[in-house]
């Protein structure tokens, strides 16, 4: 770039680039800061050390994992993801999951939902670098209830200005507590995306990568998959969707287990409340004596 031109670049630009510590940020916690920059003081209540490269290395080579299991498992990848050559990597033995997810919000959700995604695939690169075989997988959280956090989606104007975009549920779906992946999305705004986009350079394309995603009638879990995998397909990531039947069946062993275990975990989970509280931060998890772990959806 030339210094004239780069001249002219500065004189049209509008938005200035900034980094903002997470401390910054009103409502972030202790804990999140701690364990963002200080994690020494937090390191007690941790395995591994986030911060540090090979403990990613670490942890893959703890993983033990059951044949009859990965295999159950690559059935249910492959029947979400067919064609995908991933699916034949994380069945081999040996093969460890980078897995990462999100709520299933509209029009993919927060810009984090990205992030988190190429992250995901840049940690398992890193891990197939250092001999350790690895796939990224995406969690499609559609097992959510709460649909009024992920009926809409914020994003900027031409004019720079923040539009809220919302989609509501049906009339039979109003008021019902289900997953809010199941929501049938049909009436997507995407006339108002179109709106909000325009003055953009690459607006109407983006408009057009979102309409394709959200056909009118599918379903928030299905819209935000597609949209995911349009997004995303040439990085390389497997998507699970947990409400799959075969991958219910698959864990409903581990789930017996842990219905049976359900007084030592609420009691590791009262521990260690006290123990986070007694250090200043806040629990994390909110249970009592007689909270259940569990619930159950009827029809």
Known sequence: MSPSSFGTFEHERVMDPACLR???IPGTSKLFADLTYHFDRVARF???????????????REIQYPDDRRAAVSRVLESQNPGNAL??????????????????????????TIYKALTAARLAEDLNSSGIPAVPIFWLATEDHDFAEVDHVWIFDAAHHPVALRTEAPAAWQGKQRPAGGFPVEHPPIAELRNALAGFEHGEEVAALVA?????GLTMGAGFRAMLLKLLGKVGMLVVDPLDSQLRNVGAPFMADALAAAPELKKG???RNKELTAAGYHAQVNVEESTSLFFLLEN
């Open 212 to 216: 394709e995603s959200y056909a009118p």
């Open 22 to 24: 997470h401390t910054e």
């Open 87 to 112: 699916v034949g990597r994380f069945a081999q033995a040996g093969t460890v999951a980078v897995l990462t997810g999100q709520q299933v919000g509209l029009f993919s959700g927060p810009a984090y």
């Open 46 to 60: 941790y395995r591994h050390n986030p911060h540090q490269r090979e403990s990613y290395a670490s942890a893959a």
């Open 269 to 271: 989970l009262l521990n």
